[in-house]
């Protein structure tokens, strides 16, 4: 696993521990820098926030005028308890059936290595892209990407690439079909907060904080449970529903021991992740918040953080289309179909990636990763990827990345 082969980059990478709360962004860096530049390409870095570096790799089409394309990937990854692991999370060990474990071996290091390994190999065999191809590596995606994608898509250095077209990150398949993702959901962070008289804890009275943080409770269980029924039913699927998950509650008044238990508290709050598809209309939902979630009659406050928006700068859902209207769909099919592939019904992505900024430019974004009959472990404990399904993944990229470059059809979209 030392040796000077894709799978030993992969691993290579996978070692650099860019976990959150700290992710060190000067290691990978350096080290993709290496790797582009031994495959003869430009490389160079942004830095819109202090230590939060932005990688872009470029090779440059024989047609600059033409819309670019990039090829984006995350460099940081969610934490790690090494402890529930069966493999130490940052050793990237390949264990005797193949399978590499490590934190960001399906997010997303996997396709940051598979990019830069296609382009290595189609080069080899001189091909030359028509459009200028961008690799794109971008810091804190996990937390939001809002230091990192949302800076560079709104920087005067994005403007000057002229994208026309964007693959970001998408999900594992557990079956032989791949995963394209033409939407994600939008997240909102809310909380709700209840204040009330304090009062002995054996006293029965209305309007205690805690009794109305749990009304609002039980009243977003049931609409939790109203999206849910429906995918329960084989109505919708769960990126298609309005999500709601409770992540934290906040009350009691502390003890040494714990909680003081005889005193009911004067204020109780709760957060919740709220997820939208991209249809979805904001507006009722803020209604809903205000008057049934967080009512004032029940001395009820809320906080709405958006962590993405429903609509593109021109007011339309924030979804890349997978028809005739979108020239790129069927370029992208086709080039997956001739990499001896199979492709799934295009989907709305559960959870939220970096794709959202390019969409809410106009700008045309699936989701992919070439990860098929692989277990969907992102966030998960002992994630790995199987190191065929990684070498495989690095011929796909090769034909995507060829067909795409040297489509022309178009010179806008
Ligand atoms: C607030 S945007 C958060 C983005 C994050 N992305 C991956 O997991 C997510 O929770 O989906
Ligand atoms: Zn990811
Ligand atoms: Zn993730």
Known sequence: DRQDTPLARFQHYLRLNTAHPNPNYTAPVSFLISIAQ??????????????????????PGSNPSLPSIIFNSHLDSVPAEPS??????????????????????????????????????????????????????????????????????????????????VLDEGQASVNDDYRVFYADRSPWHVTIRATGAPGHGSRLYDNGAMENLMKSVETISRFRESQFDMVKAGKAVISEVISVNPVFLKAGIPSPNGFVMNMQPSEAEAGFDVRFPPTADADAMRKRITEEWAPASRNMTFEIIEKGSLRDIRGRPLVTATDDSNPWWSVFRQAILASGGKLAKPEILTSTTDARFARRLGIPAFGFSPMKNTPILLHDHDEFLKDTVFLEGITVYEHIIGSLSSFTEVNSM
Not at 46 to 53: A, R, S
């Open 38 to 59: 031994s495959i003869g390409l430009k490389a160079q870095t942004f830095e819109y926030v202090p230590d939060k570096p932005v990688l872009l790799v470029t090779w």
């Open 84 to 165: 529930k692991w069966s493999h130490p999370p940052f050793s990237a060990v390949r264990t005797p059936d193949g399978s590499i474990f490590a934190r960001g071996a399906q997010d997303d290091k996997c396709i940051a290595i598979q990019y830069l390994e296609a382009i290595r190999n189609l080069k080899g065999r001189n091909f030359v892209p028509t459009r200028t191809v961008h690799l794109s590596f971008v810091p804190d995606e996990e937390i939001g990407g809002f230091d990192g994608a949302a800076q560079f898509v709104g920087s005067k250095e994005f403007e000057d690439l002229n994208v026309g077209f």
